[in-house]
Structures are given as C-alpha cells and as structure tokens.
C-alpha cells in the first residue's frame, strides 16, 4: 500500500491554523508535519484541532517538529527526512493585521502606503525556506506560500527560488463576485457564475473595501452556464456590489477566506485531478491569476484574446501602485517613491531599492521601526 500523501506546514499562526483545522476535518488521507520553534504551545494547537476532527469521526496523523528558518542548513535536513509531497508556509515576519491595531486615523494615513513597502517582513521567511527546500534534494516536492505571493514570488524567481504557487488575494475576492455577477444577471444560483479574473493586491485589497478599482489595471472574465457574459456586465457596478450587498466581514476572521483558498489550492496538489482556480504568484508571477491546479504544480490559464505578456503587464501595474516600483532581473526592488514617503514621514523607514538578499536585516531594523512608532502611539 502506497503511503498517504505528506504535507510539511511552517507557521502555524492565526492562518495557519485555520487551514490545519480545514485539514483535518476531511475524509481523504493525509499525513501532516508541522515544524515550529515552540514545539509545546504547537503541540497544544494542533491537539485542538485534531480533537475537532474526532469530533466529526476523521482522524490524521499529525507530527510536531523543531523548524528555525534561520538555519537553512537545519531546515533542509528536516525537510529531506520526512519527504512532503507538499510544503505550505504561511510565516511571516509582522503579519498584515498588526498595523490595524493602531488608532483609526492613524491606520489610515498609514495605510496609504500600501502593502510594497512591508516586503522585507514577509519576503525573507519564504526566501529561506525556498533555500532550505532547494538544499532538501526533493525534486519534486511543491510549495505554496501565503505570505505576500504577488510580489515575493517574482522576486524570488530571480534566484530561481519562486515557490510553486500562493494563496489569497487574488482568490478572496472571487466568491463575492460571482454573487455579484449572478445578481447582476438575475440569476439566483452563484455556482452557475464562473470568473476569470487577474489582479494584483492592489486590487483585491482595494476593491471589497471601496467598491471601486481606483485605477488599479485587472482584467475579467465572466461566464453564466459557460456562456461568455462578460460584455453585458458592468464591472465597476459589480465591485460596487461587492463592498455593499456582498460585503463581508474582514480582518482576523477574514482570514478564513484565505484558509479556504489554502485548501483548495493543496487539496488539488495532493490529490487526483484538474481543477480552475486563483492563485497569486504562481510559478514567480506577478499578481494574481486564475490557474489549472493538479498533482503536477500550478499552470496559469491564459483566456482566449488575452496573451501571458499583457497580463503580466496588468499585475506589474497593479504592482506599483502597491508600493513596488520594479524588480529586476538581478533580485533588487524598487520601491515606489510616494508610497515609501509616507512610510518616511510615520515611521522612519526610507529605502529607495533592496537586494533580495538583504531583506532580513531590513526586516529586522522596519520591525524596529514600527514597534516604536505604535508605542508612540500608545500600542503596547
């Protein structure tokens, strides 16, 4: 008897849990391994939600091991001895919600700077597990990261480091606007409504909050009973539906979103079968895209009168306006100037271009940064 397929997950915080205990509450077979610095509290968490899987009769074997991304050598030893068919990797230097602690106001001038400017936080724990699965010797194993895919995976494809695919962004958004398509035709049934939607977070992010693209470039595809719709619609009346009568909840119970996509994406990697999805960064591409998912990786899925290049073009706008500026072939960012001078003004932190091999000490000297900006503002 073949063993059970094997999923190696690194960070098992707020996400990270939620796409454990979604995991575990399914019938098919698994192995998982989670590897953590905290092995106590890690063992605690994932007992809880192996409990909740017994309470719906399903059961996984789970096992907790010591994993420090600072020691890449270390990390790829692990990797090697417990052969995943599927690493997924949610760790993250400062998670996105910590900023939302601040007052009102203040979150909000600051969240003008947008998402670009965080990178170094969410780039370097990736860039190390990608180094530690590249020393592992698994030629074939998949990686899937949630921590800012559009804009680390092109990054780290300059060092032919890109991870296989994310999660997130791109993804969340595309139930509401299927309810809101579906709305918008008069239909009653949303499973009927398919989308093809490329953006980047930019727009994802943008969009449920304001009902509006602000600018942001995507492009859309919407299909009713695989009959082409998209000309009859209004896009910018369906992202309005979306902030209004399908808006959702955000913030840390958002997350669950993100979750589900997660679980989407890995049940596809680790069982039989093609399935449509969206995905962020797949394959070290900017922005978010809709894909073919199967036991073989992750392929973008370009829409007939559309070409890969225009599309890589309508990320890389949304990009920019991110915070990022560019990314060149040689691994260094840029990052846009506006964007940064807010970052400038709050908080300190004025970069104008980092390699990719010095995002962890930016990491390390912006966490500092910020820490002491949000106990000026009375954030302990």
């Given amino acids: 008897m073949t063993r059970s397929p094997r999923l190696f997950i690194v960070g098992l915080g707020d996400l990270g849990l939620h796409v454990l205990g979604l995991l575990l509450r399914r019938s098919a077979r698994l192995e998982v391994v989670v590897g953590a610095r905290d092995l106590e509290l890690t063992q605690r968490r994932v007992r809880l939600q192996q409990l909740i899987a ?69 780039l370097w724990p990736v860039h190390q597990l990608m180094k530690a699965v590249a020393a592992s010797g698994l030629p074939r194993v998949k990686t899937v990261n949630a921590a800012f895919p559009d804009a680390c995976h092109p990054v780290l494809a300059t060092a032919g480091l890109a991870p296989t695919t994310g999660v997130g962004n791109v993804a969340n958004i595309v139930p509401a606007l299927r309810c809101a398509a579906a709305h918008a035709l008069g239909a009653s049934d949303p499973l009927e409504t398919q989308v093809m939607l490329y953006a980047q977070h930019f727009f994802t992010h943008g969009v449920p909050r304001t009902g509006r693209s602000d600018g942001a470039p ?71 895209w809709a894909v073919y998912v199967d036991r073989r990786g992750v392929t973008p899925l370009v829409p007939e009168g559309l070409s890969r290049e225009e599309l890589v073009e309508v990320n890389e706008g949304g990009q920019r306006l991110d915070g990022i500026e560019r990314i060149d072939d040689d691994g260094t960012v840029h990052f846009a100037a506006p964007n940064m001078a807010i970052m400038k003004r709050m908080i300190g932190w004025d970069v104008a271009c980092l390699h990719l091999d010095e995002m962890g000490e930016a990491a390390v000297e912006l966490g500092k940064r910020y820490r002491a900006f949000a106990r000026s503002q009375g954030i302990v």
């Fill in 54 to 122: 017994l309470q719906h009769d399903r059961w996984h074997r789970v096992d907790v091991v010591p994993v420090d991304l600072s020691d890449v050598a270390a990390t790829a030893e692990t990797l090697a001895r417990h052969e995943p068919d599927v690493v997924f990797t949610a760790a993250s230097r400062q998670s996105w919600r910590i900023i939302t602690a601040l007052p009102r106001d203040v979150f909000d001038e600051l969240d003008r700077a947008q998402f670009g400017p965080w990178l170094p936080m969410h």
């Fill in 218 to 288: 995507y492009r859309l595809r919407v299909m009713h009973r695989r009959e082409d719709v998209t000309e009859r619609l209004d896009a910018e009346e369906l992202f309005g539906l979306v902030a209004t009568r399908f808006k959702r909840q955000g913030g840390r119970p958002g997350q669950q979103l993100t979750a589900g996509s997660a679980l989407r994406v890995l049940d596809a990697l680790l069982e039989d079968g093609r399935r449509v999805l969206h995905a962020p960064g797949p394959g070290g591409l900017p922005g978010g």
